[in-house]
Each structure stands twice: as structure tokens, then as C-alpha cells.
């Protein structure tokens, strides 16, 4: 047991928990200090370059390579007729499937832009070079190019995901006031700023890869078993990343075509995923419809929800971007049905992207809930707060955190709500319309076991140790924070080494899960830590605390102290020099005592340990509420973002300075969904036309208006061991109905397919 004196947060700018500390590796990223994958150095390398199918559907045929092959300095074609002894990999989840081979580059072509194809040369301008030499033959076949083909049907029921409580279809036809409508969002792209790919290098039967990752144990793990190789032989390296937003989770067939190249050519293999491969060597968010029907009295209480929602999939995986997500969680509602169907198109698997199903899913429900403010005449704040939900009434457990009322009423206050005028058109500055919306955000709280070492060393500085990542979002510095504070030393004390799966295991950067979890391993390996010096400090025989009789020692402001002060306080390494130690290495993790080796690896390599919102006595969540202003030109159709203020519960705060930035993050990219972002399919031949970031248009700056933040959260111990509820996602969730209704409000014009181009406002 310590004493330690009880420290103020959220207001705090040093670096304990709550204090707003810079990102450590902030500076690193921008001077070109911090090393991403693709540039370290590693001596021998060939170069790989992808070559992907140009038909959406079919065969290969036949693959030429003698030209390229015939070029001096190409080493290797590798095609669908080479077997590359792969075997295939257990899900995320860990569940196997039946023993089988993996070929990366398969023969049939299920999607346009599918890798089928690497050449293997000196130089990557060679390979480039040799890659349009390779001729392809293909047999063609039909295809279904996305969600809006007529071809596409009406999918497949997703049975798991039907939610439905009451009668929703009796109280809906027997509701007073009714609204239905359908909402459609495109398929969005994550365009991180660095591109995929990797560097592979193998020592005998020792693998090291260098390759961003959002979860090195469980990349480490897929990979390990696409190779068949013990798990420890696989080293995955990612200390820094230019953004994920989901899509570096898992390894890709591009991966396993490097790995097996460099095996092939006993050299390292780098393979740069160029950036309109990009766009399918990893799904974005896929393309969603949905019919939400509201039913309510007529003075605005609701009285039934009916939503039916699909998603585009891939044809070999029934991918969900659940449009149901949010709709059964925001509102209180006795009547409810929720069905979501996957529609199989010639596409690659779509993917996680930032906030997937709570994002398409609040776009539904939040337009809708506003177009029924509107039918009732009722100002759309007010229609929230009356069927403000006391409860989940999905799970039926009570809320362990919900200050969604908070964020509604203060962002409310912040945003001048009550100076609105309520009619549509009503409100203009000289020609151009203004608009105030609303759109609420809600993501679950999940919780997965992590590890974390703690090093004390002989010169007091403290190292924390895992194999967590941070691709931008904080974790070094949040680490950093943390285990200052128990320490009692300044941040830069302390060193924080991320990003190797060889480090000890994490939950993955992903689910906005990451700092919940690492958090909790860390302070509790560094009061294990602590409490192991403290006990060599009270007992060791060259100790100078070991006659005071204290029973426990201070950690503040960077000195050890016995608690009535009889001794002269001592630095750590002070205390470590008397004590005559090199250092005290302490690993803790977050799992129920006793789990063996084999528990512990599955809890860092899969999700089979992950703890869902409702698992528990609660229904946990972050939420939020966004207050959008839009001004609109009607002459031109342009739709500007002139103000947003939102506010956001996402329980304690480790760092303010981080969230807040976390959540203007997601709001620029819902801003961004809002007005701009849109995969475009070319239905004769399903491929992706705005395959770049010239022509796939993501916010810039001069878009991007003053953005107030404000969190209204309270800690939330039943959420994480340190109070706080996941930051990095909730932010875009419920940012594009806001504007949605925004422009609603400014022009009496309703656009239910997004994005809000000028086309659908002229
Ligand atoms: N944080 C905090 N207090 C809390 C919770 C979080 O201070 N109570 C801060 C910390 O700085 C922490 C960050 O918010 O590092 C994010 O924490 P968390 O919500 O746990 O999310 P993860 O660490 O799991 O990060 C993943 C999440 C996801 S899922 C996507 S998608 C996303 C996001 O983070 N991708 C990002 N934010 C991103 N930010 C950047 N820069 N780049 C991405 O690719
Ligand atoms: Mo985030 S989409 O869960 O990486």
C-alpha cells in the first residue's frame, strides 16, 4: 500500500493523468524523425509491385510474363499458378476454419482491383516498369458493380443482427403522426496520409516485418499461421503510423505475396501499396441504404421505430456495416424492429472505418428523428429531450454513464440554440440561407485484456513497455502520463516504447477500445512496480529509509519521501543507487489471476476475450451531440460548414488536449462525409474511378470552420479502470445528419443520399 497525495485533474497541464501534455511523437512525425515502415533501412532488398485484376469478375486465364521476365533485373513473377504454401488463417475471433490452402493471388476474380499478380525486381522502378509488360488473359464473367445495380438484389438477412422489442409494426400504423424515409450513404475510403504496404525479412526460419499496424500480436498471429510457423518466429515492427482508421487491423493478401516473395528469393522484400491500390487491397465503409419509419403522438412522445437497413458486401464474406447500431440505443422507444440484410456485390470485403455501423446508423435515425421534429411542428432539441432514453431499452440494463441530456442542454447553450427560428428558410444572412442542425453520436465501450512492463532504472528514469500502437491517436503520451503520475516524476522521466508484437501483448488500436485497456495495465504494473521499490526502500539493509519505521514512502514531484518527511527525500535513482539495483522490471496484465501462457497469447492475438458494452451489469457507451450551422449559396449549391459546437461524454479525460483533438478529428471526417466523400463505381466494369486523393475529396483546412468541443463526461469506472470511455470514434458519429438537417433547415430542401453535393441542392 502507498499514500499518495490525491492530484487534481482535467485542468492540469503537467503530465499526470488528466494533465493536456503534446504528443510525445508529434515533433518526430513532422520533422521527418519518426521512422515509418516502408524507410527503414534494410540491406539486399527487391522491390514487389502489385498487379491488380482489371475486370470485376471472371477467371484468369493465363498470365504472360516472358517479356517482364525477360527484362534484366526482374527477379520474380509471382501468379495464380504459383502455390506459395500458404494455409489459411483463423479470423479475428481465433476461430479456425477448416485446414486449408490460402492463395493471395487467386485465379478467380471476384472484384476489379483484386491483386492477382507481383513482379519482383531490383529497383521498384523496374518492377513498375516489368508489371505493364505482364499480359493477362481473363474469361469474363456477369458482374454486380454495387449496391444500386439492378442486378444486386435484395441480399441476405443477417438473422444475428434483428433487434426488435413490443409490436413495432402495430404501434407504427397505430401512431397519430408518421414519418418514413429512405437514407443512402456511398462507400468511404480511409486515405490515411501513409499508404499500405511492408518490408519482409527472413532470418533461417525467423520472419521480421516492418508494416504500419493497428494490433502487432494479432497481424503477428495471421501471419504466423498463412505461414505456418510458430507465433514467436513472426516479428511485426510499427512504432509509428501515418493513420489507420481501421484499415491497418489485419494482414492483407499484398502481405503474404511480400513474405512469400522474400522466402522465394532468400532476400527482403519491400512492396508499396500505391495509393489506387489502395483502394482495394483494403475495403472502405460500405455502401448503405435505409428505411427508418417513426411513429409518435401528437405531441412528440415516439411510439414505435421500424428500420430496415442493408450493406454491400463482398462475395466471399458477410461483411455488416450494421445500420441498426445506433438506431436501437439513442431513444426511448417500447416499440422497435431492426433488420439489416448484406447485399453481395464484386467488390473487395468492406471494412471497418472509424465509428462502423454507429456512423451510417446515426445518419438514419438522427435525420430522421429531425424530419419527424419538423411533421410535429416541434423544435428538434425538444423532441430529443422528451424521449430522452432513461435506460437501454435494447439490452434493458440500466446506463453505467449516459450524460447525453448534459451534452444536448450545455452544447445547446454553447451553440445559441435558442436563438433559433424554427421554419425552414427562416433565417439568412443578405443572400445566403443559414441552417442549424442537430445530430447525436453514441459508440459502445469495449474492453479487452492487455500487458504492460514497467522498468525502473539504476539513472531514475522509467521505461513502460508493450506492443500497443499509436498511429496518431496518443498512447505514448497517455502511457507517459500515467505511469508519471505514479511515480511522482515530470513526463519526460519517462520512456514509452511501442509498436512490436515482440513487446508484451495489447488489445488492438481499434474499437476505440485501446485506451481503456492499455491504460489499466499500465497503472497497474507501475504500482506493482512501485510498491516493489517501496518494499526493497523499507527493508533493504543500504536503504535510507530502512530505520524511519514508515510503512509505505511518497512519490511527488520527482522525489521519494518517507510520509512524516524524518529522512531527506531521494530521487529514484537516489533510492535505485543505494539500493544497489540496475533495475526493477515488472509486467503486469489485466486478465483474471492465474490465466496460463496459452490464455494470455489467445487474449493478445484474437478478439476472443473482447468485453462488449453490455457484457456486465451495465449498457456502456460514449455519446455526444453535435449543433451544426451550414450556410448555403442557393445560386451555386454550395453548402459551407460555418460552425460547430459539440459536446461529448466520453467519461474521464486522460488527456484533454488529445481528445479534444481526437474528436475534431472525427468531426472534420464527418464533415468530410457530409459534403465530400464519395467512392464512385463505374458500372460497366465496377471499378473504383476516384481512386486517388486528387479525385476522392477529403476536407481540407479552408473547409473546416471553428470546431468548439465540450465534454460533459463524468468518470465511468465501470467502463475502465481509470474512469474513461473511448475518445476516437464517437466524434463522427452523428456529424453528417447534423449538417443533413442543417441544410434541411437552410433551404426546406431534404437530401437523404449523401454526400450533400451542389448538384442535389440546385
Ligand atoms: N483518450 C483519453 N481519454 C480517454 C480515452 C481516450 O485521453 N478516456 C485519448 C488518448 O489520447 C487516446 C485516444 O484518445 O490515445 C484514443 O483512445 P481510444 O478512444 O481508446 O481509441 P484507440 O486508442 O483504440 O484508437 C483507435 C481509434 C479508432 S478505432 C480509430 S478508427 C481512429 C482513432 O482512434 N483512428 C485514428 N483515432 C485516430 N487518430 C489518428 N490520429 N489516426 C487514426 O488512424
Ligand atoms: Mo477503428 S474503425 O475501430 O480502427
Redesign the pocket.
Known sequence: MTMMEPRKHGDASDGTVGGRQSRFEGKMKVTGTATYALEYPVENLAYAVLIQSTIPAGRVVKVDASAALAMPGVLLVLTPEDDLGLKLSADWGGNKPADGPYYPLPREVQFNGQSIAAVIAESRELATEAARLVRITYEESKHVADLNDPNAGEGKLMEPLSVAWGNAEAALAASPVRIEAEYSTPREY?V?MEPHGLTAKWDGDQLTIWEPS?WSHGMARMYSEWFDMPYENVRIISPF?G????S?GQPLAYGAVAIAAARKLGRPVKLAVTRPQNFTSYGGRAATRQKIALGATEDGILQAIVHRGASETSLDADWPEQTGAATSILYKVENFSSQHRVVPVNSVTPG????PGKNPSAYGIECAIEELAYKLGMDPLELRLKNYADHDYQSGKPWSTRRLREALTEGAEAFGWSRRSHAPRSMCDGKTLIGWGIGCGTFPVIRAPSEAMIRILGNGRVEVVSGA???????Y??LAQSAAEVFGIPVDQVEVHLGDSRLPGS?????????????GAVHKAAVAARDELIGLALSDASSPFRETGANTLNFAEGRIAAPRGETPSLTLADLMSALKREEIEVRRNTLPDGANAQEQLQAWTTMAKVQGPTMGDYSMH?WCAHFAEVRVDEDFGTVRVSRMVSAFD???????K??E??WR??IIMGIGQALLEEGLIDQRNGRTVNNNVGDYLVPTNSDIPDIQVISV?VPDFNA?A?????????GIVGVAPAIANAVFHATGKRVRDLPITLEKLL
Open positions: 480511409h490515411a493497428q503510423i493513420g489507420g482508421f481501421g491497418k471497418a472505418l472509424r465509428g500502437i499509436d498511429m496518431g491517436q496518443g498512447t503520451t497517455i488489445a488492438i488500436a481499434g474499437g476505440s477500445m485501446l485506451a481503456g485497456s492499455i491504460m460514449s466520453c467519461g474521464r479525460l486522460y488527456n484533454p488529445l481528445v483533438s481526437q478529428g472525427g463526461g475502465s481509470l474512469g474513461g470511455k473511448g475518445v476516437g470514434e464517437v
